[in-house]
């Protein structure tokens, strides 16, 4: 059975997604042992798509998963995998697009018969919004940032900047956050040191005095999103952007504050544990960043997902 109609791209075939499974002796699921990259879609073309690749990439070199396949052959294989599932997404749908490597089965399963042997590749093409479902009204109220007593793990013992599957310490932050009396927290974790470090599962900005201020890619995934906001949207409107440390009485003094991420692109951060950042309004810098965002894609990607929301909302 395949109730969605999606296909899904595994180690060289397009499956039906439900049918898409690894082994329950691969590395993945005994060691959290997976390299992955999520990306999405502006009008249904994929957004620095090679950039992710490139850094799935460099996480498959330095953790040595022995994989055949070429960044090359990655890029036609995701396009491929939305190719053969377009026909299935609405109108105003985008791709979301997973793609998830792994080590394979452990050395002491290899003899087990019918198993995959060697690294698994899979391809997965979903609805975004299913990703951002909610999330349109955070546009207008924005997060309640929250530090968490779960730190954020140094590049030291497992390097962030390989975007892994070991992330308990991720969700053991939202739990506790979740835990927090208010509406719309997010956890914000801070690294050993106690500098600011990083969402789970997005970057972190503030705002002071018209220049953006982010943490230095050291204990952080180094997003791409939060590039581009670095690297083409500030040098496009002018801004100066600084990579330092930065600390929570940082963050309480600043003038504005924002998250970055695939899905959403940003969201503004009007709150720290509860106590407004600036004046607790959605700030004008990010609203220029978002809107320039919008521009150069050609999405109005603030109203693009609160139209979902609206369509979810109703029962459409």
């Known amino acids: 059975m395949n109730p969605s109609g999606r296909v899904v791209y595994f180690n060289g075939q397009l499956v039906p997604e439900a049918e898409a499974r690894i082994s329950i002796y691969d590395s ?43 960044p090359e052959e990655m890029e036609k294989a995701v396009q491929a995998t939305i190719e053969a599932n377009d026909h299935l997404f609405a109108a105003d749908d985008e791709h979301r697009i997973m793609i998830d490597v792994s080590r394979g089965l452990l050395g002491i399963y290899q003899d087990v018969v019918g198993l995959q042997k060697g690294p698994n590749v899979i391809i997965a093409d979903f609805p975004l919004r299913w990703t951002v479902a909610g999330m349109g009204k955070l546009f207008d109220t924005g997060i309640n940032a929250v530090i968490t007593s779960q730190r954020a793990i140094p590049a030291s013992l497992l390097d962030p900047k390989i975007k892994n599957r070991s992330r308990i310490h991720y969700l053991m932050a939202n739990i506790e956050a979740s835990q927090i009396a208010g509406d719309n927290n997010w956890a914000l974790l801070l690294d050993p040191d106690g500098f600011i470090a990083e969402g789970t599962g997005d970057n972190f900005f503030i705002v002071k005095n018209g220049k953006v201020i982010t943490p230095e890619g050291r204990n952080i995934l180094r997003g791409i999103s939060r590039a581009y906001v670095i690297e083409e949207l500030c040098p496009q409107l002018g801004i100066p952007v600084v990579e330092t440390n930065i600390d929570a009485y940082d963050v309480q003094t600043a003038d504005e504050a924002f998250m970055t991420g695939t899905p959403f692109c940003m969201l503004p951060v009007t709150g720290l544990n509860g106590s407004a950042i600036g004046d607790g309004k959605v700030g004008g810098v990010f609203a220029k960043l978002l809107k320039q965002w919008g521009a150069n894609t050609g999405v109005d990607i603030e109203g693009q997902i609160k139209a979902w929301d609206a369509v979810r909302q109703g029962g459409a």
């Open 28 to 70: 993945a699921l005994m060691f959290g042992d997976m390299v992955f990259e999520m990306t999405r879609s502006f009008g249904k073309k994929q957004f620095k798509l090679r950039e992710h690749i490139d850094r799935l990439y460099a996480g498959i070199k330095i953790l040595r998963i022995p994989v055949a396949m070429t």
